[in-house]
């Protein structure tokens, strides 16, 4: 059971989980999901907080789906500070496309403004609990996971899910992936956190099965490395269907063919055509049923 301050907001998959932090005093976000789920989060913290204002938002990474509602929010609470990975902070003052991600996944994110700048380490007090900082490289080599030692509670965005994989962007960025992720599952080990908050799907509390099944597919993706490549392909997709809910099937062909991230992934791990690969991966979706076409349109299935 969480503690009666805690309040878990479990999103779908277009937008990341948040966690709210509120007692009399204070009252703090951890994340705010896509940025077309904006004006339901706002909603969400106002019925929570009633007249209350929220007084911060952390950040564990910045990907579109994590931080999607920064700039709403901090345009309904004018004195609402915003904490981010310290290692990404000039990139969030200067608004960089490319070096955000954004640019490279062809996802949106309105620009916000950053105040603080966290990092591994990093240990504050929020609503009278104390929260330790610790980098969890992997799925975001800037990414970071917060930790609550009295109640083992875990706040581990995209570095664990209870039955899920997160792709491993820096293994097609240049970067060290795969060895990172496998170091962020021996920390969280180690941690032993007791409830543990994801960036996506339920919270959960059995740890090891969460690991063990991380760490298989971590070894399979290792070993077949054109494997995680195409779950990827998949994710991206399935990612902008949910964001679009229907299009057109020549809409989403041609959104792909310029996508950056899918581009790069053809190039380095398939054969043929680049239109025909998406094909192929749309079709994949619409077999396992991640998909459905009726009409020319393409919907998303929950």
Known sequence: MLPSEFIFLQRDWLSSNSLLIADKYSSVLFDSGYVTHSEQLLQLVKHQLD?????VVINTHLHSDHCGGNALLQS???KLK???PHSQFESVLNWDDSSLTYALTGQSCERFQPTDGIRHGDSFKLCGLDWLVFSSPGHDNDSLIYFQPDHRILVSADSLWENGFSVVFPEFIGGIGFQNVAATYDLIEKLNPAIV???HGSMFTDLNKALELSRRR???FTIYPKLHAAYAAK?????KVMEFQQCNL???VNWALHSTLLSLLHAHYFDGSLQSWIESVINELLQRKALS???????DNK
């Open 218 to 220: 971590l070894d399979q």
């Open 197 to 199: 908050i994801p960036g």
């Open 82 to 84: 915003c904490w981010i």
């Open 235 to 239: 994710v991206m997709i399935k990612f």
């Open 293 to 299: 076409f009726y009409n020319d349109i393409i919907y």
């Open 51 to 55: 007249s209350q204002p929220l007084d």
């Open 250 to 252: 020549t809409s989403l």
């Open 76 to 78: 309904n609470y004018p």
